[in-house]
């Protein structure tokens, strides 16, 4: 199974200060067809103008990671966690017992990300945040794991998640491939962040998704210069 989304067909919701794209319901969005993929719970796109933000809210039982295409985001928590996550760049926030938090652009620029919540392995658990640097040249023509649920993943650099999923990313120059077995049962969320590609024989451009199910590897090829970042999930084994 493969279905692509195109960005053009995201629900739109138009907050002034915040232009959101969403893939599956949420908020104000609300398609029962479209709850999720499998695991994963909630794929947003956002544009946050600049000086504007998310004040202080609450999240409780849900891995949430951000990824910034461009600009940058500072997140503050009731923890005393504080950072700011800029462009190519990962933050992620495992909710736990529950969790207040703000994020913010502080910048002069807009900022553009995608936000992915994975359904935890189990409920509960102390919140916890933690950001990385991931620089992008690292990941060109090949793909990295930037957050992971698995040890061995954590222990090559990747941000921890206590979902069975793991977050990729890559960079591929024009007429570059690259890739991808798949492991038995996983769901496949892929988003273009830039430029054009083939997915499998579809074309995917920036912003537009795929959701893969029950294929035994992706096949990417670059058209143009392009990024993009998947996550690879599976239900909760426990």
Do not use: C
Not at 96 to 125: C, K
Not at 163 to 171: C, F, H, I, N, P
Request: hydrophobic content about 40%.
């Amino acid at each position: 199974m493969i279905e692509k989304r195109e960005f053009k067909d995201l629900a739109h919701v138009n907050h002034d200060w915040l232009q959101a794209r969403h893939h599956f319901s949420f908020g104000k969005y609300w398609d029962p067809a479209r709850m999720g993929f499998g695991p994963i719970r909630v794929w947003n796109d956002d544009e946050i103008n600049p000086h504007t933000g998310f004040p202080m809210h609450g999240h409780q039982d849900m891995e949430i990671i951000t990824y910034v295409r461009e600009g940058a985001i500072t997140h503050r928590d009731n923890l005393g966690n504080e950072g700011r996550t800029a462009a190519g760049d990962v933050q992620v926030m495992s909710a736990g017992t529950g969790v207040m938090h703000s994020e913010y652009n502080l910048e002069d620029e807009r900022t553009r990300l995608f936000q992915i919540w994975i359904e935890p392995r189990a409920a509960g658990g102390d919140p916890r945040w933690d950001a990385k640097t991931f620089p992008r040249g690292d990941r060109t023509g090949q793909l990295e794991i930037l957050a992971s649920g698995f040890d061995e993943d954590i222990a090559n650099d990747a941000l921890m998640i206590r979902s069975d999923a793991r977050l990729y990313g890559a960079s591929l120059t024009a007429g570059t491939k690259i890739d991808h077995q798949i492991a038995d049962g996983a769901h496949v969320y892929l988003v273009g962040s830039a430029g054009q590609m083939r997915v499998n024989g579809e074309l995917v451009g920036a912003r537009d998704s795929l959701a893969i199910r029950d294929m035994p590897s992706l096949q990417i090829e670059a058209v143009d210069d392009a990024e993009f970042v998947f996550v690879e999930a599976w239900e909760s084994r426990n």
